[in-house]
């Protein structure tokens, strides 16, 4: 049975790319979202978000008829639900997922589901994410047989398959990996998987390597688990060295010429939806198990708030240089919001949290320049690069842009987390 028509569940960071790329094989793409603003943006032909090259297939993807959006899901052969997977709000020191998306998708593709469709979990989920999707499906739909755990099906008695396929791209470079990557593929059953490979063969060009739906989903939170644990170990590595007054820089730059030693950079924080986020749901399901994916989360999560004493130090150290003035003559520059360099993404950002709290706290003026955003629906005021030099006394550097690269300011008070300016 082909795929004539595919539904995406969820336009943002992963749902409008991959939507993208079936429509651009000429399949009849039906892209859902509750956010109106998307959805006209999109039937314009034109993005809301910022990815490199995306805009163009997205407005060929229109033009030609292939690929449209809508507020309500409408029939098709297979549905891909890319929708958040947040933290419930609670006090508790481990934060709890929220499949409350994943919940509300299901049940709203459901009405519209047939025999023979398939319906595909991409959001980042914890273990038993896909299984659980199964049962609010097959609740929604007691006249459809849904694969369910611990039970082995004939691949005829199955009405709906189901699999869960993690994305796997970087931000700024989804157009490319999105076709090149391997995929995991994880099927509740041989059959699910094997009608999950057919679907991404569409345009996938990298392998698509079968597993369980738990294990795939395990394999997506090993991945960004792992690279947690790595900045974690060079973020520490700056905390120390700033205490021992050692470049951290150049240190990480001598110790990476061992053949094997390959130290990342330190930074503000983790941010992003992704990084930030799965090393707790491997936490929240194995609290103590889980001692060095724990830590590393704790280290990463601290991070901001070191910076922001470095912060306070500066003012002091300006205030020491400035007798006659006081904090609330001082402004601070902050250059750089998003969670990594040269996108607009915003999501779990330590660099817009620091610039929130220090406006916070600070009884003078804060500004932050963000070249990839153009308004900012919060109390900072964007300015420009220009601007920032001019008006701000101190500047800190929270995210590496290309456009903060090629500048060698001479700033007196600088707060350099990046090492670019230091």
């Given at each position: ?69 809508t ?5 098709a ?7 958040p ?53 097959a ?9 369910t ?117 330190p ?19 194995t609290?103590?198990?889980a ?25 002091t ?82 995210v ?23």
């Amino acid at each position: 049975m082909s795929f004539n028509t595919i539904s995406v569940i969820g336009l943002g960071y992963i749902g409008l790319p991959t939507a993208a790329m079936f429509a651009s094989r000429k399949k009849k793409v039906i892209g859902v979202d509750v956010n109106q603003h998307a959805v006209d943006t999109i039937n314009r032909g034109e993005i809301h978000i910022v990815e490199p090259d995306l805009d163009m297939i997205v407005h060929a993807a229109v033009t030609d008829g292939f690929l449209k959006a809508t507020t309500f899901p409408e029939p098709a052969d297979a549905f891909l639900i890319a929708v958040p997977t947040p933290f419930k709000n609670s006090d508790s020191k481990i934060p709890e997922p929220d499949l409350s998306y994943i919940q509300k998708a299901s049940e709203a593709i459901a009405p519209v589901l047939k025999k023979g469709d398939l319906v595909i979990l991409e959001s980042t989920s914890p273990v038993g994410a896909t299984e659980q999707m199964a049962t609010w499906l097959a609740a929604a739909r007691p006249d459809l047989v849904f694969p369910t755990p611990n039970e082995e099906f004939k691949s005829e008695s199955i009405d709906i398959n189901v699999a869960h396929c993690p994305e796997r791209v970087l931000p700024g470079n989804v157009v490319r990996e999105l076709v090149e990557n391997d995929r995991v593929i994880g099927g509740m059953t041989a059959q699910c998987s094997a009608r999950a490979v057919e679907l991404y063969k569409t345009f996938v060009q990298g392998e698509c390597v079968i597993t369980n739906a738990r294990t795939a989903e395990m394999a997506k939170l090993t991945e960004n688990s792992c690279r947690d644990v790595q900045i974690a170990f060079a973020n520490e590595l700056s905390i120390i060295c700033d205490k021992l007054n050692i470049d951290v820089w150049e240190l990480i730059s001598l110790a990476n010429r061992h053949p094997r030693i390959n130290i990342l950079q330190p930074g503000p924080g983790v941010g992003g939806h992704c990084i930030a986020v799965d090393p707790w749901f491997i936490v929240s399901k194995t609290p103590e198990e889980a001692q060095i994916i724990h830590t590393a989360r704790k280290v990463n999560d601290a991070k901001p708030q070191w910076v922001i004493n470095k912060v306070k130090l500066a003012i002091t150290d300006f205030l020491q240089a400035n007798p006659t003035k006081t904090a609330k003559d001082v402004t601070i520059a902050c250059y750089g919001l998003a969670f990594k360099p040269d996108i607009d993404d915003l999501r779990e950002s330590p660099a817009l949290n620091i610039t929130k709290k220090i406006a916070e706290l600070h009884s003078g003026a804060v500004i932050a320049v963000e070249p990839n955003i153009k308004t900012l629906c919060d109390s900072l005021k964007l300015v420009t690069f220009d601007e920032a030099k001019e008006f701000g006394d101190i500047h800190l550097l929270l995210v590496d842009h290309k456009e903060f690269k090629n500048i060698k300011p001479d700033f007196d008070f600088i707060v350099d987390t990046k090492g670019v300016w230091s």
